[in-house]
């Protein structure tokens, strides 16, 4: 199995930044893509941005494009979800989330999830 445990949310005022981290643990050997999603009291969770472990390949939820950006430490399974320009609308619990397949957007589509960080940002 995967153990998965994100970090790096907290209180920020709009525009502000925030890095979260993703450290994978486990049987990693089988991961191929890696996730960020978001979830708010009474709305399905929803995809923000996805990297591939082989290749690096990146993809963005076009609500946070050029705003946020996933990159990886492979040294450290670490998976980043840097966050620039944030807006009330960005505030969630943000689940780093993994899976053995190729790229999707849909939550149903990944094995492993971490705990939830909580990200907030007020105006």
């Known amino acids: 199995q995967v153990q998965l445990v994100e970090s790096g949310g907290g209180l920020v005022q709009a525009g502000d930044s925030l890095r979260l981290s993703c450290t994978a643990s486990?049987?990693?050997?089988?991961?191929?893509?890696m996730g960020w999603f978001r979830q708010t009291p009474g709305k399905e969770r929803e995809f923000v941005a996805a990297?591939?472990?082989?290749?690096?390949?990146?993809y963005y939820a076009d609500s946070v494009k050029g705003r946020f950006t996933i990159y990886r430490d492979n040294a450290k399974n670490t998976v980043y979800l840097q966050m620039n320009s944030l807006k009330p609308e960005d505030t969630a619990v943000y689940y780093c989330?993994?899976?053995?397949?190729?790229?999707?957007?849909?939550?149903?589509?990944?094995?492993?999830w971490g705990q939830g960080t909580q990200v907030t940002v007020s105006s």
């Open positions: 990297l591939a472990w082989s290749g690096g390949s990146t």
């Open positions: 989330a993994a899976r053995s397949g190729y790229y999707s957007a849909s939550y149903y589509n990944y094995d492993y």
């Open positions: 486990g049987r990693t050997f089988s991961l191929r893509t």
